[in-house]
């Protein structure tokens, strides 16, 4: 049976503007999402800000009504069958929220343990493995207020994990976290494909993706405009190149006018601080360095390099195109 | 007792003494929650005692106490799960298999209890600091009518946290109830100098059968009736909690409203 299958998913909300006089606006932040995610499978959900990752998720997890379209987990209907969908699904989310911070780590997970129906006798021995598996063991008698944003993130992963679900919904758990948490949190990620489940993730660090997802799908706008392994996604664009130009201050009229190249597939910017990085993807055998550095005219450059693509390169072209 | 009974009787458990743990850990709020009740008390009994009458003295001390409770859960209840949502739990509360309704009452019961710790120090600070003697002819009874008061003002909190999941501006509906709610039970003017339109609102709620419980109870007569009343409401507070709590989820999941601050 496919763990998880989301056909034509639609989302949409109701906004107001204005205070005196109100107008309604609805918007839509999913545009008939469809997918399917077999068991054990890692399956990455990429996109920008907005473009409606949680969303969707949050639709799979029974959090959100689907506007039209249908989902089911385990072929369990995420509108229909929610108690059954929420028993064999966990949720971890990013940021260092969705803790009680006056609790200690083990108090946090007692808690929920009793939420999702852990068996008591099993409660102990579980919550003890999964402090194992996160790297808390020693640590869980202390307030989560005291805990750094990776510990918080280990503790979430561990909730999430309590009643053993069979599919685990990852929403950009590794936000925030410094180099090293983030690394530790992938391995953790990593032994639960291991362990044989399912996982959804969705992250913006391309190099994530690409180490843990077997499968990735690209969301711009509320709509997948890309969907393969990480290695069909870079063959999309393997045939170009990469030039990255250093700029100070560039002005955006003059980086919008890059995109008029012919050669140039898309043109995105990278802030660095007081630096932008001007990324232009172009076809494979084109030269147009000196047609990019003359349209920067007066502009500050600093180091022009060419390169191969990679995924993140994939993605940009993606979301920006 | 049957597998799943014990299960959710073990969660209620466990969820409640986690519950009370958070709200006992701040010294500093426990300081406020006491203190208030007895700050409340203290205003209550000064107006009283210009009269110079220890009957009414008693019939106020034994209302200024329950007063605490009233203000701790119904203010706090409503204002529980906007808190929650700050705090980022009511999405993994609302996303958990464990019915709505069981996740809030032990969190209503906890505050409750903190509550109940106010009815005995505002009643100790009565005795000395305005020499109100509570002559009471069964303790047993007047216990059974503090408990029955505690118990139903924490389903009242119960049925006001539960709207507040759909409306987020639900917690001013607790703070207004805050003060019109110690008129209303009688906790300190007998009901029966209110208007006669408001009496029907007075008898709707449980707290006015509960202190009429602990009245009778100190007076030596029967509170059974009172007491009957008031846990027939409690559990009417509770069954539309629960009705509530389901569709009020349901209109939250429609409207996207659990995740906003």
Known sequence: MTAVVARDL??????????????????????????????GETFGLLGPNGAGKTTTIKMLITLLLPSSGSATVLGRDVVTDVREVRRRIGYVFGGDRGLYDRLSGLDNLRYFSELYGVDPRQQKQRIGALLELVGMTGREGERVEG???????????????????????????????????????RATIASLRDQGKTVLLTTHYMFEADELCDRIAVIREGEIVAE???????????????????????????????????????????ERGQLQVLVLQCDADSEVTQQVLSRLGDVRVG????REPTLEDAYVQLVTS | MNHRVRARVRQLWLCYRLQLKILLISPFEGFLGILFPLMFATATLLVYRVA???????????????????????????????????????????????PFAMV??????????????SVVLTLVWNRVVFDVHLAVESWPLFGLGVLAATVTIAMFGFLLSVVAVRYRTAWALGASL??????????????????????????????????????????????????????????????????????????ARRNATLALT
Request: charged share 20%; net charge neutral.
């Open chain 1, 147 to 185: 805990y750094s944003r990776g510990m918080r993130q280990r503790l979430h992963i561990a909730r999430g994990l309590l009643h053993d679900p069979e599919v685990i919904f990852l929403d950009e758990p590794s936000i925030g976290i410094d180099p090293v948490g983030a690394r530790e949190l």
């Open chain 1, 303 to 306: 180091r022009v390099a060419v």
């Open chain 2, 104 to 117: 809030l009452i032990p969190i209503t019961t906890a505050m409750a209890t903190v509550g109940l710790v």
């Open chain 2, 178 to 251: 805050e003060y019109p709610g110690w008129l209303l039970c009688g906790f300190v003017v007998p009901i029966a100098l209110l208007p006669v339109v408001l009496r029907p609102v007075s008898y709707a709620l449980a707290p006015t059968w509960a202190v009429e419980a602990m009245r009778s109870a100190a007076a030596g007569d029967s509170p059974w009736a009172e007491l009957g009343i008031c846990l027939a409401l409690g559990l009417g507070y509770a069954a539309v909690a629960a009705y509530l709590g389901v569709r009020l989820v349901e209109s």
């Open chain 2, 52 to 98: 110079g009458d220890p009957d009414a003295m008693a019939y106020a001390g034994l209302g200024a106490a329950v007063m605490g409770v009233w203000t701790s859960v119904t203010v706090s209840a409503s204002t529980l799960l906007n808190r929650e949502r700050w705090a980022g739990t009511l999405e993994l509360l609302v996303a958990a298999p464990t």
């Open chain 1, 228 to 270: 393969g392994t990480p290695t069909q996604l870079k063959s999309g664009v393997a045939t170009g190149r990469v030039l990255e130009v250093e700029t100070y201050g560039v002005p955006e009229a003059v980086v919008a006018s890059m995109s008029e190249l012919s050669p140039v597939r898309s043109v995105a910017v990278e």
């Open chain 1, 10 to 39: 639609r989302r949409s909300f109701r906004t107001t503007e204005g205070r005196l006089k109100r107008s309604r606006k609805d918007v839509e932040a999913v545009r008939g999402v469809s997918f399917a995610i077999e068991p």
